[in-house]
C-alpha cells in the first residue's frame, strides 16, 4: 500500500503538493481492482451499468485519497528515519520533508474517508444494494487496521496478508457486488488469483524499507526475514497467481474463458521473466535495480488484470 517517486522532487505549489502527496504513481493499486471487479460483476447481470461503475469509482477514488494520506501521517516517524539513513535513497517524504502539515494531511485524509463512506450509502441507495454502506465500511476498516492504531498490522507483522484481503478481495469484490447486485461464482476463481498477485505486490513493496523499516520497529516480511526471502515469496505469489488462473480456466472454462486468461497469463509471464532478471541485482539497498524489480512486478499485475477486464467486457454475452 505504499509508493514511490524516486528521483521526483515535490513541486512548488499547494496544489501540486497535495498531488504529489496523493502519489499518482500508486492510484492502479486500487483501480485496476476495481474496475476488474465491477467487470465480473456485469458478467452476472445484463451488462455494464454505468451508474454503478461510478458510484463504484467515487468510493475507489475517495477511499484511494484516505488510505494514502493516512498511511503517510502513520508512517511518518519510519519515513522520516528512512530519510535520515538514505537521503539520497528514495524520493521526498510528505511529512518528513515538510512538504504538508501532519494535521492538515490527516484532517484531508478522514475527510476523504468520510466522503468515502457517503458515497457507500448513496449507492446503498441508489442501486438498492442493501449491505452497501456496511461493506463499504468494511473495505475501509481493513485498510484502517494496516497502519493506524490500535491494530497497526503492519508494524506487528502480517500486514502484506491484510493487503491480499484488501486489495485483492475486498476492493474488486464490493465493486462487483454494486455492479451486478450479488457475487456471483464465477467471480471467485479470478479473486483467488488476483489474489496471490496482490500478495506479491505487498511483500515486494516492502523490499526499499527492509533495513529503514527494521530500525523502527516495523515488522514487513522483508524486514523481518530478509531481501532474498521476499523476493522468492513475491515471485512464488506471482507463479501461483497465474497459475490459479491457468487452472481455472481449465477446470471450469464457463467461469474463467481461456481467451481471457491466455493473453493475460503472456503478460504475467514476460513481466515475471524480467523480474528474474533483475531479481539478482535487487538486493537490499540497491533501490535503482529495486525499482526496476517491482515496475515488472506491478506490470505483471495490472496490465494483464486490466487486459483480462477488458477482453472479458468486450466479449459479447454477459451472463
Known amino acids: 500500500m505504499r509508493a514511490s517517486r524516486t528521483g521526483a522532487g515535490p513541486p512548488a505549489s499547494s496544489l501540486g503538493r497535495w498531488f504529489y502527496a496523493l502519489k499518482p504513481a500508486s492510484w492502479p493499486k486500487l483501480l485496476v481492482p476495481a474496475l476488474f471487479g465491477q467487470?465480473?460483476?456485469?458478467?452476472?447481470?445484463?451488462?455494464?451499468?454505468?451508474?454503478?461503475?461510478g458510484w463504484g469509482l467515487g468510493f475507489?477514488?475517495?477511499?484511494?485519497?484516505?488510505?494514502v494520506l493516512l498511511n503517510d501521517w502513520g508512517d511518518r516517524e519510519v519515513d522520516a528515519i528512512k530519510r535520515s539513513m538514505f537521503p539520497d535513497g528514495c524520493s521526498p517524504k510528505t511529512i518528513p520533508d515538510g512538504i504538508l502539515d501532519a494535521r492538515a494531511v490527516a484532517a484531508v485524509g478522514v475527510l476523504l474517508g468520510a466522503a468515502a463512506l457517503l458515497v457507500a450509502a448513496g449507492a446503498e441507495s441508489a442501486l438498492q444494494r442493501p449491505v452497501a454502506f456496511e461493506a463499504g465500511l468494511a473495505c475501509m476498516l481493513i485498510f484502517v487496521a494496516?497502519?493506524?492504531?490500535?491494530?497497526?498490522?503492519?508494524?506487528?507483522g502480517g500486514g502484506e496478508l491484510l493487503e491480499m484481503l484488501g486489495v485483492g478481495a475486498a476492493l474488486p469484490l464490493y465493486n462487483a457486488y454494486l455492479q451486478g447486485g450479488a457475487i456471483a461464482p464465477r467471480a471467485w476463481p479470478w479473486i483467488a488469483g488476483f489474489s496471490m498477485l496482490s500478495l506479491a505486490s505487498g511483500v515486494g513493496s516492502g523490499l526499499s524499507d527492509e533495513e529503514s523499516d527494521r530500525a523502527g520497529g516495523k515488522r514487513t516480511f522483508a524486514s523481518t526475514y530478509g531481501n532474498l526471502a521476499a523476493r522468492r515469496l513475491s515471485e512464488t505469489c506471482v507463479a501461483l497467481g497465474v497459475g490459479i488462473w491457468v487452472a481455472a480456466s481449465f477446470a471450469r472454462p464457463d467461469l474463467v474463458p481461456v481467451w481471457a486468461v491466455a493473453p493475460a497469463a503472456a503478460i504475467v509471464v514476460w513481466n515475471f521473466a524480467r523480474m528474474r532478471k533483475v531479481s539478482h541485482a535487487a538486493v537490499t539497498n540497491a533501490f535503482r535495480a529495486q525499482g526496476a524489480y517491482k515496475r515488472f512486478l506491478h506490470r505483471a499485475i495490472w496490465h494483464s488484470t486490466t487486459l483480462a477486464a477488458v477482453l472479458l467486457w468486450l466479449r459479447p454475452g454477459f451472463e
Open 39 to 53: 467487470v465480473l460483476g456485469a458478467r452476472s447481470a445484463a451488462g455494464l451499468d454505468l451508474l454503478a461503475l
Open 60 to 67: 475507489t477514488v475517495l477511499g484511494l485519497g484516505f488510505i
Open 146 to 156: 494496516y497502519t493506524l492504531p490500535p491494530i497497526r498490522l503492519n508494524y506487528r
